[in-house]
């Protein structure tokens, strides 16, 4: 693994992150920072930001498991590709681990998500031939294995494909800070009405996700295909909020080697959501105008569906 590279905390100078109704950044403590008493209004993107996020295509088959640095991250998402199976897109803005990893290929419908943020910096290993030149011309800094050879390193003591991992150190001097993070979310207190809820799951045809509530950890316990998702050390993943996202999901006009097609998942758009936080489900809608814009979720009852503080995983599940 990764001996390089320090974690690094906030960007210097940034203090308010965009669309967070009490002004302060996202606690990855574990707990819930106390919420303001009164929203504000619509969500903000005066902040400048020390740099570009990182954004890290990450591996998830059960060779891949366990991930290294999922928990740091401020944003996971979880994504469709071939055969059913599944693969994560990690956001760093607040802090940079030490290492990530294993990391994967992209894939097309990683450009139009990732339009969403100020020329971010992607981390990915490979892609289909006729992708390449889209993703060199997209809006974002591409670093690749062949491009970076000093920022991945193998891990012999893991099977190939799923032993690359990324020293972040190397591609960034430091985390941007959360201005970086131009989702479109709010952070702050839960909306009124939801319901209880204790776990959820979310399948794919070759795939499932299970999201349990812990009142100790105050965040979701993770499953992937009926296995707890943790650390290289043992400690469950638990995200603060997780949401999950309706989106349509077609066929990319590129296919791998076999001839598979490449899920394509519509960030860009409007649907139906579901919020899980502080062991309530909330129901939502979501919408992103544009590429270049955020994506923002509303409440039942019409007011801005707020997260809670620490992480969020965005799983896009199929519309139809």
């Not at 993107?45 to 591996?59: E, N, S």
């Not at 062991?279 to 707020?306: I, K, L, V, Y």
């Given at each position: 693994?990764?001996?390089?590279?320090?974690?690094?905390?906030?960007?210097?100078?940034?203090?308010?992150?965009?669309?967070?109704?009490?002004?302060?950044?996202?606690?990855?403590?574990?707990?819930?920072?106390?919420?303001?008493?009164?929203?504000?209004?619509?969500?903000?993107?005066?902040?400048?930001?020390?740099?570009?996020?990182?954004?890290?295509?990450?591996?998830?088959?059960?060779?891949?498991?366990?991930?290294t640095g999922?928990?740091?991250?401020?944003?996971?998402?979880?994504?469709?590709?071939?055969?059913?199976?599944?693969?994560?897109?990690?956001?760093?803005?607040?802090?940079?681990?030490?290492?990530?990893?294993?990391?994967?290929?992209?894939?097309?419908?990683?450009?139009?998500?990732?339009?969403?943020?100020?020329?971010?910096?992607?981390?990915?290993?490979?892609?289909?031939?006729?992708?390449?030149?889209?993703?060199?011309?997209?809006?974002?800094?591409?670093?690749s294995p062949?491009?970076?050879?000093?920022?991945?390193?193998?891990?012999?003591?893991?099977?190939?494909?799923?032993?690359?991992?990324?020293?972040?150190?190397?591609?960034?001097?430091?985390?941007?800070?959360?201005?970086?993070?131009?989702?479109?979310?709010?952070?702050?207190?839960?909306?009124?009405?939801?319901?209880?809820?204790?776990?959820?799951?979310?399948?794919?045809?070759?795939?499932?996700?299970?999201?349990?509530?812990?009142?100790?950890?105050?965040?979701?316990?993770?499953?992937?295909?009926?296995?707890?998702?943790?650390?290289?050390?043992?400690?469950?993943?638990?995200?603060?909020?997780?949401?999950?996202?309706?989106?349509?999901?077609?066929?990319?006009?590129?296919?791998?080697?076999?001839?598979?097609?490449?899920?394509?998942?519509?960030?860009?758009?409007?649907?139906?959501?579901?919020v899980l936080?502080?062991?309530?489900?909330?129901?939502?809608?979501?919408?992103?105008?544009?590429?270049?814009?955020?994506?923002?979720?509303?409440?039942?009852?019409?007011?801005?569906?707020?997260?809670?503080?620490?992480?969020?995983?965005?799983?896009?599940?199929?519309?139809?």
């Open positions: 693994m990764l001996t390089a590279a320090v974690a690094a905390l906030l960007a210097a100078g940034c203090t308010t992150v965009p669309g967070r109704d009490d002004g302060r950044a996202p606690d990855h403590s574990g707990q819930s920072a106390t919420p303001s008493p009164t929203p504000s209004a619509a969500p903000s993107r005066k902040a400048r930001a020390a740099g570009p996020l990182l954004a890290v295509k990450i591996d998830n088959v059960p060779a891949a498991r366990p991930q999922l928990d740091a991250a401020d944003v996971v998402y979880v994504e469709p590709v071939e055969g059913g199976l599944s693969r994560l897109m990690a956001l760093y803005a607040t802090a940079l681990p030490a290492s990530v990893g294993p990391v994967r290929s992209a894939r097309e419908s990683d450009l139009e998500l990732l339009r969403q943020f100020d020329d971010p910096v992607l981390a990915f290993s490979g892609a289909q031939k006729k992708l390449l030149p889209r993703i060199a011309g997209a809006p974002l800094r591409p670093r062949e491009e970076n050879p000093r920022a991945y390193v193998r891990d012999g003591a893991r099977p190939a494909p799923h032993n690359l991992y990324l020293d972040p150190g190397a591609l960034l001097p430091s985390a941007p800070g959360p201005a970086a993070l131009t989702t479109g979310f709010r952070y702050g207190a839960a909306p009124a009405g939801g319901h209880a809820e204790t776990s959820r799951t979310v399948r794919y045809p070759a795939a499932r996700f299970t999201f349990t509530w812990s009142a100790e950890r105050d965040g979701w316990l993770v499953a992937m295909d009926g296995d707890p998702a943790v650390t290289p050390g043992g400690k469950r993943l638990a995200p603060a909020t997780v949401v999950v996202q309706y989106v349509d999901v077609r066929a990319s006009s590129l296919h791998d080697f076999r001839g598979n097609h490449s899920p394509y998942a519509e960030t860009v758009g409007s649907g139906r959501a579901e936080r502080g062991g309530r489900a909330h129901a939502a809608t979501w919408r992103r105008g544009s590429a270049e814009g955020g994506t923002e979720f509303t409440a039942a009852d019409g007011g801005p569906m707020r997260f809670a503080d620490g992480q969020v995983w965005v799983v896009f599940a199929d519309a139809s």
